[in-house]
């Protein structure tokens, strides 16, 4: 877990930028943007992987959807895509749950 870098940005070890901070999670804008707007939606606590969630975890997650909503109504994007990637065939590659907030708005 210390090896992992969303947790060193959750801990202001790396500086980022947030676009919202809460007690459960916070948003910071992806370092190679694959859309107009690309946005990553980081829970605080370490989950690895949608497929290693545990017992409490859902909760987390609907928080970070709840967030999706409230950005995209923020920023007043007219429509987004939300991605988790899971796993390495899946494409994930930071082994901390988050959610990609895509728009070619904003
Ligand atoms: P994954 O493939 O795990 O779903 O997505 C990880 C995302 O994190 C990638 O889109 C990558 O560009 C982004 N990323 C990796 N390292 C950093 C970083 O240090 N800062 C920020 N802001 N984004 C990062
Ligand atoms: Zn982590």
């Known amino acids: 877990m210390n090896d992992c870098i969303f947790c060193k940005i959750i801990g202001k070890e790396i500086p980022c930028e947030f676009l919202h901070d809460d007690e459960n999670c916070v948003v910071f804008r992806d370092i190679h943007p694959k859309e107009k707007t690309h946005l ?8 690895h992987s949608i497929a290693e969630m545990e017992s409490g975890d859902a909760k987390v997650v609907g928080h970070l959807l709840q967030m ?31 959610v990609h907030l895509l728009s070619k708005s904003g």
């Open 40 to 47: 990553l939606i980081v829970s605080k606590k370490h989950i």
């Open 68 to 98: 999706a909503q409230k950005i995209g109504h923020d920023l007043k994007l007219a429509g987004y895509k939300l991605q988790i990637n899971v796993g390495k065939d899946g494409g994930q590659e930071i082994f901390h749950l988050h």
